[in-house]
């Protein structure tokens, strides 16, 4: 168990629904990076925080945005939901001089 | 800028070797190699920075050349709970703020 926890494990929502997904980082870990997976696919970077700025960005619109708090927990927002929304979010948490990521369980978003 | 994994799925029996490869399009920082189980979050295997060094984990391990921008995972006498893909991670300069997992390679050991 890593000690990152992701909230809620599953959900759904309909499309054109806004959707919030937590993350709580492991202890110390003041780097927080989330990841869409779709099914059968490899992970694809979302974005980056560290110190609650973001840090980095991959090819996602900017409906996709997010929070880090001070204690460092995170959030992931959605805005007008698509379909191909559809998939498990992941969020890791590292130290920003440690390369080592730890992963969440991940929130299993389904949009219908 | 996802890198490309090699091959896409294998099948081994208990005991025998593999070879998974990674290759990038982009130079790369460093490469960090994970394991994903069925219905489990990814698992950091190890990391691998520039300057071509080889990384070992039990029997494990992973090379790193920068110039033709690619990595590989070496799986030795292959156990049961190797069975589970595979994805290189790839870092695209030092920031750390940039990174991006392979296609991945789907690995089953039998008995």
């Known amino acids: 168990e890593t000690g990152v926890t992701q909230s809620p494990t599953h959900l759904i929502k309909t499309r054109g629904q806004q959707v919030t997904l937590r993350c709580s980082s492991q202890?110390?870990?003041?780097?927080v990076s989330w990841y869409q997976q779709a099914l059968g696919q490899g992970p694809q970077f979302i974005f980056q925080?560290?110190?609650?700025?973001?840090?980095g960005r991959g090819n996602f619109p900017p409906r996709f945005s997010g929070l880090q708090f001070p204690n460092y927990s995170s959030e992931l927002n959605v805005n007008a939901l698509e379909l191909d929304d559809s998939a498990l979010y992941l969020c890791?948490?590292?130290?920003?001089?440690?390369?080592?990521?730890?992963f969440g369980q991940g929130t299993r978003l389904t949009v219908v | 800028q996802q890198p490309v994994q090699s091959p896409q799925a294998v099948i081994l029996r208990e005991g025998e070797d593999a070879v998974i490869n990674c290759s990038s399009s982009?130079?790369?920082?460093?490469v960090h190699w994970y394991r994903q189980k069925h219905g489990e979050a990814p698992v950091f295997l190890m990391i691998?920075?520039?300057?071509?060094e080889q990384k070992g984990h039990e029997k494990i391990s992973a090379s790193f050349n920068e110039k033709k921008q690619q990595s590989s995972l070496y799986l030795t006498a292959s156990q049961l709970s190797y069975s589970g893909t595979y994805f290189c991670?790839?870092?695209?300069?030092?920031?750390?703020?940039?990174?991006?997992f392979g296609t991945g390679t789907s690995l089953t050991v039998i008995p």
């Open positions: 925080y560290y110190r609650e700025e973001e840090n």
């Open positions: 890791a948490s590292s130290l920003s001089q440690a390369p080592e990521a730890f």
């Open positions: 691998l920075l520039k300057g071509g």
């Open positions: 991670g790839t870092e695209i300069g030092n920031t750390g703020n940039q990174f991006y």
């Open positions: 202890s110390g870990h003041n780097t």
């Open positions: 982009k130079a790369l920082y460093s």
